[in-house]
């Protein structure tokens, strides 16, 4: 069967950056258009816990689990969302033969958040932040960002502009933030330090 999210593992820090007790499940990076998934209301941030009434221990598991369902089936499946445990039912689909997601490309004019060694503008349609710049050896290098990729939420928060990128940053209340980060055409979740200043 086929759900059609993206989904990766929830490290540690992932896991620290959400409030999670311990690092199980998957969670979902992106939603496919057109999926069961969508239509089941899920969101990027959501971290899949159950499914069927059994428990996902990470984010192969769950990719097993989904491809054993029969399409048409309803699952019911246990996420956290925003800190609180929900279930959502979704009936499994099959997959369709081209999933591909339309790449966005930007201009630069840059933000600095030199203790991340990121250098940030504004992408070209508006939605999310450009990484214009990726420090050498930087915590921002470190989790693998690059110049190009897009930054699209910051702590559960959609950002517009590099100072939303700041502001949630040094808002946030947790050691770790979550981002959501869009490379090419996949995209996904990392948990980085806090940015001081």
Do not use: C, H, Y
Request: cysteine-free; overall charge negative.
């Amino acid at each position: 069967g086929w759900l059609g999210v993206q989904i990766q593992p929830v490290t540690a820090e992932i896991a620290e950056s959400l409030g999670l007790a311990d690092s199980k499940g998957a969670i979902v990076s992106d939603v496919t258009e057109g999926s069961p998934a969508l239509a089941a209301g899920f969101k990027p941030g959501d971290t899949i816990l159950k499914a069927d009434g059994t428990e996902i221990s990470d984010a192969r598991d769950l990719s097993r689990k989904v491809a054993r369902f029969a399409p048409g089936k309803s699952v019911n499946v246990d996420i956290v969302r925003d800190g609180k445990p929900m279930t959502v039912t979704v009936k499994i689909g099959t997959m369709p033969n081209d999933t591909r997601v339309a790449s966005r490309n930007s201009q630069p004019e840059s933000t600095d958040l030199t203790s991340l060694g990121l250098k940030l503008g504004p992408a070209e349609d508006g939605a999310g932040v450009k990484i214009v710049e990726v420090a050498p050896n930087s915590v921002a290098d470190d989790q693998g960002l690059k110049a190009g990729d897009i930054i699209l939420e910051v702590a559960g928060n959609d950002v517009n502009g590099p100072a939303d990128v700041k502001n949630a940053l040094k808002d946030a209340g947790k050691s770790r933030v979550l981002m959501l980060v869009r490379s090419g055409e996949s995209q996904r979740f990392l948990a980085l330090p806090r940015a001081k200043g």
